[in-house]
C-alpha cells in the first residue's frame, strides 16, 4: 500500500492532534473527507462509477456477461473482482507492488460479496445449471491518498446501483432445446439492488485512539488498523485486521462500534446521492472520467 516518510517530529504533532480529536485537516476522528461520487462514467460497460476521496482516485466498471452457473451453485450468477494499481498512482505500485495490493483487495472483496444477502444472485440465474449472468467488476486505482479500501467499496456499491442488466427470456421448442432470446429494448433491464451491499470502514489505531479515513500522512502513523464490512442497518459483516501492530480486545470493540455507525451514516448518505442523480436522468452534467 502507498506510504509516506515522515519525520518524528511530525509523527508526534499529528499522533497528539488525534488524541485531542483534532486532525491536521480540522476533521474529528469520526469524520470522513468530502467524498465525490459518479456514475454511468464509462460508456462500454453495464455499469460504472467513479469516486474520490480525498486524493483517493477510483474508477470501476461492471461488465455483464452470460455464463454458466458454477457447479456448487447451479441456481445462482457470479460476481468476479480484478483490481488494477495504476503504476501513475504512486511509485510504489510498480513491478509486483501494484500486483500484491491488487490481490489483497480483490479478495477482501470476495469475502464480502461472499454471502447471499450482499447481492440476490439467483436474480442473476437465467437457465439453473446452464446459463446465468456474471458480472465483471474491474477496479482501477487512478491515484492513491490514503483510505484505498473504502474508498473502492464506495465505488463498487455505486457502479453496481449503476448497473443495468439486458432482460431476457428463455424459450423452449417442442424437442426440448432452450434458445435465449435478449429484448431489442435498451430500457427494458434489470437493475440489481444494493440495499445489502456493504461498505467498508477502516478504522487506522494511532495513539490511544482511532480515525476513519486516514490520509497517507495518519496512516505511517499508525500500525494496525481494523477493516470492518457495515450494511446500511448498521450490522458488521466481516472484519479483518491489517498492518503490523497488534490490537486489544477492548480497542477491536471500540473500533467495530465506531465502525457500524459511521457505516450507517456512510450508506445513507451514498443512497441519497445515488438516488439524487439517478433522479435527474440523461438531462444531468456528466464530468466523465476524463474531466
Not at 134 to 156: K, P, R, T
Request: proline fraction near 3%; aromatic fraction near 6%.
Amino acid at each position: 500500500m502507498a506510504s509516506v516518510a515522515l519525520s518524528e517530529a511530525e509523527k508526534v504533532y499529528i499522533v497528539h492532534g488525534v488524541q485531542e480529536d483534532l486532525r491536521v485537516d480540522g476533521r474529528g476522528c469520526e469524520d470522513y473527507r468530502c467524498v465525490e461520487v459518479e456514475t454511468d462514467v464509462v460508456s462500454n460497460t453495464s455499469g460504472s462509477a467513479r469516486v474520490k476521496l480525498g486524493h483517493t482516485d477510483i474508477l470501476v466498471g461492471v461488465k455483464a456477461e452470460m455464463g454458466t452457473p458454477k457447479l456448487e451453485k447451479p441456481n445462482e450468477g457470479y460476481l468476479e473482482f480484478f483490481v488494477d494499481c495504476s503504476a501513475s498512482a504512486t511509485p510504489e505500485f510498480e513491478g509486483r507492488g501494484g500486483d500484491d495490493l491488487g490481490t489483497e483487495i480483490a479478495n477482501t472483496l470476495y469475502r464480502i460479496f461472499n454471502n447471499k444477502s450482499s447481492v440476490d444472485l439467483e436474480s442473476l440465474c437465467i437457465s439453473p445449471r446452464e446459463h446465468c449472468w456474471a458480472l465483471y467488476v474491474d477496479v482501477l486505482l487512478l491515484e492513491c491518498g490514503g483510505n484505498l479500501f473504502d474508498a473502492i467499496s464506495i465505488a463498487v456499491k455505486a457502479a453496481l446501483f449503476n448497473t443495468r442488466i439486458p432482460r431476457v427470456r428463455v424459450l423452449e421448442d417442442e424437442e426440448g432445446s432452450k434458445d435465449i432470446e435478449l429484448s431489442d429494448d435498451p430500457y427494458d433491464c434489470i437493475q440489481l439492488s444494493v440495499e445489502n451491499v456493504p461498505c467498508i470502514v477502516t478504522l487506522c489505531k494511532i495513539g490511544c485512539r482511532h480515525v476513519v479515513d486516514a490520509t497517507l500522512q495518519e496512516e505511517a502513523c499508525s500500525l494496525a488498523s481494523l477493516l470492518v464490512s457495515v450494511t446500511s442497518k448498521g450490522v458488521a459483516t466481516c472484519m479483518r485486521k491489517v498492518g503490523k501492530g497488534s490490537l486489544d480486545p477492548e480497542s477491536i470493540f471500540e473500533m467495530l462500534e465506531t465502525g457500524k455507525r459511521v457505516g450507517k451514516v456512510l450508506h445513507s448518505s451514498l443512497q441519497s446521492i445515488l438516488h439524487k442523480e439517478e433522479s435527474l436522468g440523461p438531462k444531468r452534467q456528466k464530468v466523465g472520467f476524463l474531466g
